[in-house]
């Protein structure tokens, strides 16, 4: 059985709960908690999994694989329906971007280990943190409502979920922890509220995992 190992609040473990469930992929949860003992993550039990002690990573076997993006292909080229790509070599290309923008650009400098540094290195209170997040997850979702200003479909391209949407949702959800201001993204929150109507994001929602604390 495939074993994913998250956290019920890390948006790239959300991304991999949404996959699994618009794929109908069985699968088993093993909780990785971030924050009990200075961070589960950190064990070199689970360093020998993931050398980068971060989640999610899932495991199958002797099969290891890291990086919310790579699981998402790996299970899309597995599983190929529903598809989370366009078949069209330039929509493709273009969801893989806006993808990109958010896990590598936007995800990255909200993580716990950087809030965790400014913190420990420059003195940063949760205001000075929150204020950090909220200039670069607000400057990055601004981005994406603007790669989505021609986009006209339900979802971020097109009528279906996919890539962007599996990438988005978790970002807007994060968002709001840090009090991000979206009232200038009409499109973003349009796209996120057709997401919750679907079981498979509405499931995969952090406070209905079985690790889920207040
Ligand atoms: N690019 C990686 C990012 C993984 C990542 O940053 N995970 C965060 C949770 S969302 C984490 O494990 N943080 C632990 C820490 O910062 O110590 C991916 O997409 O899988």
Request: proline fraction near 7%; hydrophobic fraction near 40%; aromatic fraction near 10%.
């Amino acid at each position: 059985m495939i074993q994913v190992h998250g956290y019920f609040r890390s948006s790239s473990a959300y991304r991999c709960r949404i996959a699994f469930n618009l794929k109908g992929v069985a699968h088993d949860f093993t909780s990785v908690h971030l924050r009990r003992g200075g961070g589960e993550q950190k064990t070199p039990e689970y360093r020998a999994l993931n050398p980068q002690a971060l989640v999610p990573t899932l495991s199958d076997g002797d099969f290891v694989l890291t990086q919310s993006l790579a699981i998402l292909e790996w299970l899309d080229e597995t599983h190929p329906e529903p598809a989370f790509l366009p078949a069209d070599p330039n929509l493709r290309a273009q969801v893989r971007a806006f993808a990109q923008v958010i896990a590598c650009d936007i995800h990255p400098l909200q993580n716990l280990r950087v809030l965790e540094y400014i913190g420990a290195e420059f003195g940063a209170d949760q205001a000075a943190k929150d204020a950090w997040c909220q200039r670069w997850i607000g400057d990055g979702l601004a981005a994406c409502e603007a790669l989505l200003a021609k986009q006209s479909g339900r979802f971020c391209f097109g009528d279906s979920p996919g890539l962007a949407d599996i990438c988005l949702v978790p970002q807007v959800f994060s968002a709001g922890r840090f009090g991000v201001d979206l009232s200038a993204m009409p499109r973003v929150r349009a796209v996120y509220d057709a997401c919750q109507q679907l079981p498979a994001f509405a499931d995969a929602a952090p406070g209905k995992q079985p690790d889920a604390e207040p």
